[in-house]
């Protein structure tokens, strides 16, 4: 099990950026393929960003060209910027393994997109 532990969210009004960070408890990111996930209020949660080990990346499409994933080895932290941001895009974001662990949730940090 690895803790991980999201921040960066908060308000911000559309057309907004935020960066959000996961940092986890332990070196895994050589090891394991990362996502970004998200819940919105009444859904199920969803992947909207992966990369992998060999540093492939992909997105949800409703993301594609507004979100990067990155990740830093030295910090294990792997980050989502998020740019021209729209209230659709509010929801708690968590990081995880991509396929996940259910073991390893962490609370996730709010994004919410309104003027």
């Known amino acids: 099990q690895v803790q991980l532990v999201e921040s960066g969210g908060g308000l911000v009004q559309p057309g907004g950026s935020l960066r959000l960070s996961c940092v986890a408890s332990r070196s895994i990111f050589r090891v394991v393929d990362m996502g970004w996930y998200r819940q919105a209020p009444g859904k199920q949660r969803e992947l909207v960003a992966q990369?992998?080990?060999?540093?492939?990346?992909n997105y949800v499409e409703s993301v594609k060209g507004r979100f990067t994933i990155s990740r830093d080895y030295a910090k294990n932290t792997v980050y989502l910027q998020m740019n021209s941001l729209t209230p659709e895009d509010t929801a708690v974001y968590y990081c995880n393994r991509d396929p996940p662990i259910a073991t390893d949730w962490g609370q996730g940090t709010q994004v919410t997109v309104s003027s």
């Open positions: 990369i992998s080990t060999g540093g492939w990346t």
